[in-house]
């Protein structure tokens, strides 16, 4: 491994190794030269939701599940840190600081205040949650920071400041979390995990501990932060675990009582200590004392970690050269600034992650897709919901439709971003709870953005959010002969939006805010749609229109059932032919005459053209063998072969045509199908897919993949995104900092995408743009592949103790729809159109309908700048 090495020097910069000003530094202990120095740090890992919801590891409710109350911890740590000025202890989740800080009164807030002045109690991270970095977007990211942060500045000020990163318990590393710490300011970065082997290597040659230069745009060392492995996860060395969850033995220090054990309490601990010393560049070591929900007897803990302290450090006059004390990751830094040693450089991330060699760690890049996707619109509603609150002023809150708040969406979201809750790897219970905090979330928005509309439009409508647009179901839609659809565009440049609307009507009129005709089809429900609905809704076609809407704005647009003679409707009605090609003025897509399935894309307005092959095709789950009993589960993909099963060779498909779009149904089996379809004027092809329920009556788990084989020559080179923002470029079978020994040819080549994954060569680029984050890879050059969906029968043995069975509504299985977009273009040219459109997906515009009946609505606000067309 090319080796690089940068000084680090006293930069104030929020890279590298410098410390900003703050807060109980000062106090940080005085570390001797020429000691091994051992940093004890008592920390409790406090997951938002897992085995237990949020609120239920809050009060310690279910422990017949998992014993665990944060609110017993928090009390316990708290009496322990007022007992002795010389303990210290660290806190990383917001949410449940604030839960615990609203219960407090005064006495006992002014006691925690004076703990977090004096550096005794010490935030670290200060998200509201320790959020994934696989599966979330940056957006999130920043939002569900910046929540955590702003509530420990208003409560602590600038005491309550984070100064240090702590990831201990994420399955994997993002180049872009990084640079997000680097740019929030903090001043180091510590985690818990990394890949077995990645662990090993680093071990034998003291890499542990690195500046990782976390883009290559931003100019060193402002993209910088200085980044550390800690040794044991995030859990005691072994042996000195004293949480009442533990079983190790405390320290019995009297030698007149039974079973005293000092003398091989030391032989351990120094051992351990010299041990772990010779894995690291400087004198300075960490331990972690702590873990999952410990500390709900901080006693037993810091009893015994008091006598460990003395006992290790009267050895120094015996002449032992191992000096411990209580610490924080701050302190630590502090230590190994003032080290002024020189660091290794890291360029690349930390995916995927593998805890063995048949073990990793790619399968929660799809698990649960439906609450992937969910997440992701709730965050492209919390940010029209932020928008609309801005521009309209106060009253958002309190108007003529009631009260509403954002900070319901806002703190469901912060949960959401936790890395068991977008991962998918919590049980189905507390997932259930996840999804029902955000609906709770857009019920409130939902009120903020009604108030905010009436505000800026000057009448109060009876305003109906249909949230089943994708299934086709709206009440108002299927039964109003009249109504208004209202779409806000959150983006900061116009857009033109395709609008499709459940109706049971043959014609209608579609007029814009200028009251000029806008072109409109009307389309029937596919089957399809109308075997996922269900009986939940009764339309029976679509109404098709492109609405252009303004930079920050909202266009509205009357909708009326007209009449009109037989011979001109249904202009697009479906063709059962087997379709030949679609077309519009940018791009052109070739069918297999036979097959039905894609043979060529075209872009026609860069001259571009591909060969190109998508289906459908499905991993067959492990279940364990001979060389390893680890299956698929939540976390883990695992699967029995290397090559997919493809769903069918033919498909069963038609045709639908009009001046608006071009669609071509394509049905691959009962549970999975698929629609191929070209807007007027859209410069990328959309292919909408469905697929559930997975069928498991064979007792096979499932794991269902997007195949796009074509003929370019890529060599085993292809590229995600990192967290929606930055480009990793990747290679098959291969790692940059060591030589992987590659034991998973499919699974050890999955990597998170967020927003694109592409592939190229010197003449065309194709790339392929989800809607939710998924797993992906190019298992074979020329190819890409997504999974959708997944469906397992057994438990990976991670702890969440259940399979990813997901019933669904109907308790036959999850039905999952989402779309790709794919973009053809000249590998130069490609980035500017696939940024543009990937902001677009994620911010797409908001849709709110009413029957356009309501009455005038006044608002005094002189701050009102209104954004109308």
């Keep these: 491994m090319e080796r690089l090495w940068l000084q680090v020097l ?31 740090i008592p920390h409790t890992h406090n997951d938002v939701g897992w085995l237990k919801t949020v609120d239920q590891y809050y009060y310690g409710a279910h422990n017949e599940i998992q014993h665990a109350g944060v609110q017993i911890i928090l009390d316990s740590v708290v009496a322990q840190l007022l007992s002795d000025s010389k303990k210290r202890f660290i806190y990383v989740e917001s949410a449940f600081f604030w839960r615990w ?95 077995y082997q990645d662990k090993d290597n680093r071990e034998k040659k003291k890499l542990m501990e ?25 859990n005691p060395p072994n042996g000195f675990c004293w949480d009442q969850l533990c079983s190790d033995a405390p320290i019995m220090d009297d030698p007149d009582l039974e079973d005293y054990n000092v003398d091989d309490i030391l032989k351990n601990f120094l051992q351990t200590a010299k041990l772990q010393a010779q894995k ?27 006598k460990l302290i003395k006992l290790v450090n009267a050895q120094q006059s015996n002449g032992s050269n191992v000096n411990v004390f209580y610490s924080t990751p701050t302190c630590y830094l502090q230590s190994l600034h003032s080290a002024n040693l020189s660091w290794p450089m890291k360029t690349d991330d930390f995916f995927p992650y593998a805890d063995g060699a048949h073990m990793f760690w790619t399968g929660y890049f799809t698990s649960r897709p439906a609450f992937k996707r969910y997440e992701r619109l709730s965050n492209n509603f919390l940010q029209v919901c932020n928008q609309l609150e801005a521009l309209s002023g106060t009253d958002a809150a309190n108007g003529p439709y009631g009260k509403g708040t954002t900070e319901v969406l806002r703190r469901a979201m912060g ?26 979330g857009w019920d409130s928005c939902q009120v903020v953005i009604s108030n905010s509309l009436s505000i800026l439009t000057g009448n109060k409508e009876n305003f109906v959010f249909c949230n089943l647009l994708n299934i086709s179901v709206c009440h108002l839609t299927e039964t109003a002969d009249h109504f208004k659809v209202l779409v806000y565009n959150p983006l900061g440049h116009s857009v033109r939006w395709n609008i499709r609307l459940p109706v049971n009507g043959h014609a ?9 005709t806008i072109t409109n089809e009307v389309v029937e429900v596919s089957n399809f749609t109308k075997a996922i609905r269900r009986s939940q809704g009764q339309a029976e076609q679509e109404l098709i229109f492109q609405a252009p809407v303004p930079a920050l704005g909202f266009s509205s647009f009357t909708v009326g059932k007209i009449s009109m003679p037989e011979r001109f409707l249904f202009k697009g009605k479906r063709s059962h032919i087997d379709p030949v090609n679609i077309q519009n003025q940018y791009y052109k897509v070739d069918f297999h005459p036979e097959t039905g399935l894609i043979t060529q894309i075209y872009n026609l307005e860069k001259n571009v053209s591909l060969s190109l092959k998508q289906s459908f095709y499905w991993y067959n789950a492990s279940t364990g063998n001979d060389e390893s009993f680890q299956p698929s589960g939540a976390y883990i993909f695992r699967p029995n072969n290397s090559s997919p099963l493809p769903l069918t060779q033919q498909v069963r498909s038609y ?101 694109r994954i592409y592939i190229k060569d010197k003449y065309a680029q194709l790339t392929v743009l989800t809607d939710r984050s998924q797993g992906g890879s190019s298992i074979k050059d020329g190819s890409v592949e997504l999974m959708v969906h997944r469906r397992l029968l057994q438990d990976d043995d991670r702890g969440v103790g259940e399979p990813l069975l997901e019933i669904g509504e109907y308790g036959e299985g999850l039905v999952v729809r989402g779309r790709h977009l794919l973009l053809l273009d000249n590998p130069e040219q490609s980035a500017d159109t696939h940024r543009t459109l990937s902001i677009q997906e994620y911010m797409s515009p908001q849709i709110v309908l009413s029957y356009g009946d309501g009455a005038s609505y006044s608002h005094d606000s002189h701050a009102l700048q209104k954004t109308v067309s």
């Design 10 to 40: 006293l930069l104030h910069t929020a890279g590298i190794v410098y410390l900003t000003e703050g807060c109980g530094e000062q106090t940080c202990p005085t570390a001797p030269d020429g000691f091994l120095n051992v940093h004890l």
């Design 101 to 195: 800080w609203k219960q407090q009164d005064e006495p006992m807030k002014k006691a925690v205040t004076g703990l977090v002045q004096d550096g005794r109690l010490e935030f670290i991270n200060g998200g509201w949650s320790m959020n994934d970095e696989a599966a979330t977007h940056y957006s999130s990211i920043i939002d569900q920071m910046t929540l955590g942060l702003q509530f420990l500045n208003s409560t602590f000020g600038e005491c309550g400041r984070p100064r240090v990163a702590w990831h201990i318990d994420p399955f994997g590393h993002s180049r872009e979390q990084a640079l997000l710490f680097a740019q929030m300011g903090y001043d180091g970065f510590f985690f818990g995990r990394l890949d």
């Design 210 to 234: 690195m500046v990782w230069r976390a883009s290559d745009d931003i100019s060193p060392p402002y993209g910088d932060l200085f980044t550390g492995v800690l040794p044991n996860g995030y």
């Design 280 to 306: 690291y560049l400087s004198n300075h070591i960490v331990m972690t004392m702590g873990s999952d929900f410990q500390y709900e007897n901080a006693l037993l803990w810091f009893k015994n970690m008091d």
């Design 415 to 440: 949960v959401a971003q936790h890395h068991d809750a977008v991962t998918g790897t919590a049980k189905q219970h507390v997932n259930d709870d996840y999804a029902l905090r955000l609906s709770q």
């Design 508 to 516: 209608y009129l579609v007029t814009d805010p200028k009251g000029e």
């Design 655 to 755: 045709l639908v045509q009009n001046t608006l779009v071009q669609e071509v149904y394509q049905n691959f089996s009962s549970w999975c199908s698929q629609v191929v379809r070209l807007y007027k004027d859209q410069r990328f092809v959309e292919l909408e897919w469905t697929v559930g329920p997975i069928p498991i009556g064979d007792r096979q788990g499932k794991e269902v993949i997007s195949l796009f084989e074509t003929t370019l020559q890529t060599d085993g080179v292809f590229y995600t995104d990192a967290n929606g923002r930055q480009i990793m470029k990747r290679r098959r079978n291969t790692r940059e900092t060591w030589n992987l020994n590659q034991t998973e040819p499919v699974a050890g080549n999955y990597y998170p995408v967020n927003s």
